[in-house]
């Protein structure tokens, strides 16, 4: 049996199911595609080969005894910042080179118990704080469609892992667009889920109000199978929606004739490229000859105030959550001062990268006496005008349509000493993030050979939605399952 | 919004890191840039406008104030730097 790992997660489920081959087989098969592009890509910190082969016999037994789920014996990718018992999680970061979590998360534990089979750790941005997949300790991962091209951040290696065959589906992470716009420069799918939809516990933090845990996969049926198996209620996580979850699976394959889709002008500015303007208007059209009524009309005026609000609340939060990396209790530790305050001070200046010593600095200022009003207090109240106007919006409309990112993938080192353009990457998944609201980035064609993204932004707890006209759209237009051109080196 | 060497060092003193002078430096430009970009939001009318702590309408969760296990200490501390008779060990803080 070739080239199995070439399979999206349910064609895969089939076959195991049909017994043609066993998730030994697929794992092995992965594993193999894994030793031959991951020189290339880096798309994980840490490999588990042998776990992998370990949870592949078990889930032959599981389905040997006709107790499959899903996602039993399915290869997945794990974003390094997501607990796993026993299993070294760095979050990109020389701070926790060496830490080995003695619990596991409440996602890694629904997939465990649904008997996927864990490949490694997906590289990232040092804990989650960036665009491009560059801010890791690991060494940056490379976009498996151009290996001198970022793949996106900060779930860079979540994507390219996805989009190289190095798994069939993973997890990443998501606090102001770090799974959908590397999904969108992979060419994949990737959904944000709303704010309290997937426990948060084990999952190494960032922004507290705004950090959430969400699938990536090549068609969006993989996507919606995987939030079926890490959404829900946790009573470890009080954020998490106390309503069940519906089968997502459940809006597949339903027509969109008659939703109203409205398309925000402030996401069409200047700074986009025009391939991707492009294949955003083709994207609106194969929606409208869905039967989808399509408005542009709509106008969202505080949606340009998004990156400020983001990058004061996300860099104050962080730097509250990251005051716990102190030498102490867990990480890299620098013991060479005499007293234990400079201990920590050259613990942090040697175990923290660049961006984010920034961020945190940042939030620091930000939350400090004197400027706490003009910056901290200003962003949350602009916040709530942002929040008003999606849910105005979400009066009309069943869903907003935009693009991911203005951009295709750009060039390693490009933005990597210039923040602020780095931050721009962000414009257009800002705005949801900072209203809790899920979103979802599906393929939508090509700018010059490279995968460009469409953005489906949905009301509250309404994945459901978003999630039917992301399918409608992928079986129309085809763009599906697009694996990266990328030679065995 | 123009950071000054002082404002860099006394942020990174509440932060706890250590910066060498280059650094200082850095940071100094960096941030300034990145504050600028903020400006703007001082322009928005934000009148009788309620802050945004978290997204949802959610309101604290209760549960019962009971016993639950918690992680077994060998297993915590096997991760600890410096460990001694089931405690984290650190320098003395006071000189």
């Given at each position: 049996?070739?080239e ?67 996602l ?66 690991y ?47 992979c ?56 309503e ?24 069409f ?38 990156l ?7 860099p ?8 716990r ?59 709530t ?90 079986q ?10 990328l030679?065995?080196? | 919004?123009?950071?000054?060497r ?22 100094r ?14 322009a928005?009318?934000t009148?009788?406008?309620e ?20 992680l ?24």
């Amino acid at each position: 049996m070739s080239e199995l790992w070439r399979l999206t997660a349910h064609e895969a489920h089939e076959g195991l199911r049909r017994r043609e081959f066993t998730s030994v087989e697929l794992t092995e098969s992965v594993l193999e595609r894994v030793a031959q592009v991951e020189p290339t890509v880096n798309a994980y910190i840490t490999l588990t080969a042998e776990l992998a082969l370990e949870q592949a016999k078990e889930a032959d037994a599981k389905l040997a005894a006709g107790a499959a789920t899903p996602l039993t014996g399915i290869p997945v990718g794990v974003k390094d910042l997501i607990v796993t018992k026993g299993v070294r999680t760095t979050a990109g970061s020389k701070m926790l080179e060496n830490f080995i979590p003695p619990y596991d998360s409440h996602v890694y534990e629904n997939l465990r118990r649904a008997g996927a089979v864990m490949i490694g750790k997906c590289n990232m941005d040092e804990f989650a704080m960036g665009s491009s997949t560059e801010h890791s300790a690991y060494g940056p991962t490379r976009n498996p469609w151009n290996p001198a091209l970022v793949p996106g951040g900060s779930s860079g290696g979540s994507a390219a892992a996805v989009a190289a065959g190095e798994c069939l589906v993973s997890l990443g992470s998501d606090t102001g667009g770090s799974i959908r716009q590397p999904a969108a420069l992979c060419g994949q799918v990737g959904l944000d889920p709303t704010y309290g939809r997937v426990s948060r516990y084990g999952i190494i933090a960032f922004g507290s109000s705004l950090d959430q845990v969400g699938p990536i996969g090549r068609d969006v049926e993989d996507v919606a199978t995987m939030l079926n198996c890490i959404g829900g209620h946790d009573p470890r996580d009080s954020t998490t929606n106390p309503e069940p979850m519906p089968d997502l699976r459940h809006y597949l394959g339903r027509d969109i004739r008659g939703m109203r889709i409205g398309v925000p002008k402030e996401y069409f500015i200047s700074g986009m490229e025009p391939g991707v303007a492009a294949r955003i208007e083709e994207a609106l059209g194969v929606l409208a000859s869905l039967g989808a009524v399509i408005d542009r009309d709509v106008s969202l005026p505080s949606t340009e105030h998004a990156l400020a609000v983001y990058y004061i609340i996300a860099p104050s939060e962080a730097s509250a959550n990251l005051a716990r990396y102190d030498g102490v209790k867990y990480g890299f530790s620098d013991r060479s001062a005499p007293s234990m305050w400079e201990n920590m001070e050259q613990t942090r200046a040697k175990g923290f990268g660049n961006e984010v010593k920034r961020r945190i600095m940042l939030g620091t200022y930000a939350l400090s006496a004197g400027y706490y009003d003009a910056y901290y207090l200003k962003a949350q109240k602009v916040r709530t005008l942002i929040s008003r106007e999606f849910a105005e919006a979400f009066a009309r409309y069943d869903v907003l349509v935009t693009p991911t990112s203005p951009t295709v993938a750009f060039p390693i080192g490009a933005k990597v000493d210039d923040p602020f353009a780095m931050y721009l990457n962000d414009i257009y998944t800002l705005p949801a993030s900072v209203a809790g609201l899920p979103a979802i980035s599906v393929p939508c064609g090509f700018s010059d050979g490279l995968p460009v993204g469409m953005q489906i932004i949905g009301n509250f707890f309404d994945e459901g939605r978003i999630l039917q006209v992301a399918h409608a759209y992928e079986q129309a237009s085809g763009f599906k399952n697009q694996l990266a051109p990328l030679a065995a080196g | 919004m123009a950071l000054t060497r002082d404002d860099v060092l006394h942020i990174a003193r509440l932060a706890r890191i250590a910066l060498d002078e280059a650094e200082v430096e850095r940071f100094r430009a960096q941030l300034s840039g990145i504050l600028d970009h903020f400006q703007a939001l001082a322009a928005v009318d934000t009148e009788g406008i309620e802050p945004t702590a978290h997204p949802l309408p959610l309101a604290n969760v209760m549960r019962e104030d009971a016993v639950q296990p918690s992680l077994p200490r060998d297993e915590v501390l096997a991760n600890a730097p410096l460990a001694e008779d089931g405690y984290f060990r650190v320098r003395a803080v006071l000189e």
